[in-house]
């Protein structure tokens, strides 16, 4: 291969690691951090601060060697190290979160910087290359623009390459700690070429280590009885000794769906969703429901226990999620389940129902697109004359910001809105609907079955008006930044800022 087309392969391929790197990473975190907008602007800030700094200091060191061999043999190392990166996060990541929420702030902070050292190295190394081939192909070229818009267009190509193999065909087929090392393979296999067996061995043959161990990479918790990594999340079944499953994702601070063979779940959040039919003006003899967020289908067999007859319908964005609601939740086969988007749902379906529940809150975000005015005024538009729509928003504690939005935001739409907070310390629930929820929930309190009786009572006390505010809209519904304000105000309160 002539020098030229060398370098051009390199810039391809350390374009393609870049990209799928930074795609791989991010689910990386997510299991511990989510993978919210916020999230990925720091992830590609760091990933963007690393490569600019890495150029510059890879034109310097261009500038004073003049040779490709000791770029080669950065890029082998980096190959080692992004291969080992998954490994290393599974020691250090998990908690990190729990440590905030406990106040232990530093010990977060020492976990996630020691990670961002590890991985800093590589991304400097891969930043040098475009100067670094720049500089190197300039003796044997005799055009040096044409040489620069090659390596560029070869290391974007590569980039675009890197995003779609990653997002589209590694992930999905092999997850998060195999595409990482597959595509440090690729790079390690490249920079070693002209460097002889003493370089290949380690960057080639850690990465294939990394990748016939990828699994070991995942975060396993006690009590784990099957995991799973889907498109969108990190998911784990975990049993209790009681027998008690539950369904979490990423990190796992909220349980997304509770099953205990032959008892349906009334505690908290999913009794507080049982209450809704009872706060129609209709007497609920056999609803309809619509459930928008159906998780693994505690909720709907909740509904099927204490309203019989009940015609459930979920929608559930992640397949794996009703993959395992069927496999280790026991999710009814007649419950009607579609795998897709609620808003996109709600635009294609023409039912009606008397209770639609959106339960699409996932710790600690809620989907910025499923609290706005136009998405409030479709679920009212699905509902019958007197229906009810319960909305699971999430709180921390006494910190409102999101649950006062999202209920101003619903009181454009409906004639009332009651929230009730959940005494879980992260959950409040909306109710909407026609005026006279708290009286019809109290007067039918006696109606439901026993186990669900004290809290229909109770919630009945405790419903109270949302505050008056400026809704959320398609066009403006910062809800991930009022979450992370909610955040940063706990971050500094633990660390003694006021």
Known sequence: MRPTSSLTWLSFVTGTTVMASEMAASRLV????????????????????????????GGRAADRTGRLEPLLGALCLSALTLALLPFLARVLLPGAMGAVLEG???????????????????????G??????????????????????????????????????????????????????????????????????????????????????????LPYRPGTVAVAESPYTFIQVLESRTGTRHLVFDEGYAVQSIHRHGMPVHEEVFGHYLLAPVMAQK??????????????????????????????????????????GRSHFGLPSDVEVHVGDARAF?????????????????????????????????????????????????RYEQERAVVDAVGATLATVFPEVQAADARNHSNTLLFAGAPGLSKRLETRAASLPASLRSLAKRVAGELKPVPPGEPLTDDKAPVEFLTDAIILRTLTSDLGIR
């Open 30 to 57: 997510a299991p511990y951090f989510g993978g919210s907008t916020p999230v990925w602007a720091a992830l590609i800030s760091l990933v963007l601060g690393g490569l600019a700094l890495g150029a510059h200091l």
């Open 104 to 126: 232990r702030v530093a010990e977060s902070l020492g976990r996630v910087a020691l990670l961002v050292l590890v991985a800093l190295p590589p991304l400097l190394v891969l």
């Open 128 to 217: 040098a290359v475009g100067p670094y081939a720049l500089r190197v192909g300039l003796a044997g070229v005799t055009s040096a623009g044409e040489h620069a818009g090659r390596l560029s267009s070869a290391s974007t190509v590569g980039s675009i390459a890197g995003t779609l193999l990653a997002a589209f065909v590694v992930l999905p087929l092999l997850g998060t700690a195999r595409t990482m090392a597959l595509f440090a393979m690729v790079l390690g296999l490249t920079a070693s070429w002209r460097l002889g067996w003493r370089w290949r061995l380690p960057a080639v043959g850690v990465p294939v280590a990394a990748l016939a161990l990828g699994a070991h990479a």
């Open 283 to 324: 007497e609920p003899r056999a609803p309809r429901v619509l459930i928008l967020g159906l998780g693994a289908g505690t909720s709907a067999q909740g509904l099927r226990a204490t309203y019989p007859g009940v015609e459930v319908v979920g929608v559930e964005l992640d397949a794996e999620v009703v993959r395992l």
């Open 346 to 394: 709600l635009s294609s379906d023409t039912r009606q129902y008397d209770v639609i529940l959106v339960d699409a809150f996932r710790f600690p975000y809620v989907p910025f697109h499923l609290t706005t005015r136009e998405f409030a005024t479709a679920v009212a538009a699905r509902l019958e004359p007197g229906g009810v729509a319960c909305f699971n928003v999430g």
